[in-house]
T-cell receptor, first 114, second 116 residues
């Protein structure tokens, strides 16, 4: 049963620290998405990649957030420096971009910035 | 721009009964995809059901079925024989088929409570 995996599951850090979240998409999927979920804003798309190339990161605060895909099996989302307003659940999702793709979500990383 | 509206923040259903969750959307496109995702307390987003707009037949997956009304831009989810494990947040999502656009637009969610 193929699944998207994310690490860490939970992260507590202090303001100003760097945070790195990792995602392993389902093998064979060529699109990867990063979402942020908060009570106030709901699910927001931060960035997405196709074939490891960033297609859109307009939802991401550029000054502190960065997203990369070092290889087809790993996507990373970094926050540096972290701020309390970054506290949220961060989801990674993957799909196979044929035009009919369904996104499959990972379990999320719950981030708390103190 | 496309929008997705879930007008019911919370719904309750008695175990073994049937419940319908509403979703409406706004789009000028004729072809698109619609989804229902379930998010239980574990927070994992789980795909429940998917509908292609070009298909007239409503999608079904076991106890879950949709009522897709394209002209009315309505996409409701019916859960039959509700079980305690169905308690979760349910999100409706729209996806444009436009080439190069892979974004989903999510509704704000409906929290479903199942009463024993």
């Amino acid at each position: 049963d193929a699944r998207v995996t994310q690490t860490p599951r939970d992260k507590v850090t202090e303001m100003g620290q760097e945070v790195t979240m990792r995602c392993q998409p389902i093998l064979g999927h060529n699109t990867v998405f990063w979402y942020r979920q908060t009570m106030m804003q709901g699910l927001e798309l931060l960035a997405y990649f196709r074939n490891r190339a960033p297609l859109d990161d307009s939802g991401m605060p550029k000054d502190r957030f960065s997203a990369e895909m070092p290889d087809a099996t790993l996507a990373t989302l970094k926050i540096q420096p972290s701020e309390p307003r970054d506290s949220a659940v961060y989801f990674c999702a993957s799909g196979f971009g044929t035009g009919q793709e369904t996104q499959y979500f990972g379990p999320g990383t719950r981030l708390l910035v103190l | 721009a496309q929008t997705v509206t879930q007008s019911q923040p919370e719904m309750s259903v008695q175990e073994a009964e049937t419940v319908t969750l509403s979703c409406t959307y706004d789009t000028s496109e004729s072809d698109y995809y619609l989804f229902w995702y379930k998010q239980p307390p574990s927070r994992q987003m789980i795909l429940v059901i998917r509908q292609e707009a070009y298909k007239q037949q409503n999608a079904t997956e076991n106890r879950f079925s949709v009522n897709f009304q394209k002209a009315a831009k309505s996409f409701s989810l019916k859960i039959s024989d509700s079980q305690l494990g169905d308690a979760a947040m349910y999100f409706c999502a729209y996806r444009s088929p436009t080439s190069g656009t892979y974004k989903y637009i999510f509704g704000t969610g409906t929290r479903l409570k199942v009463l024993a």
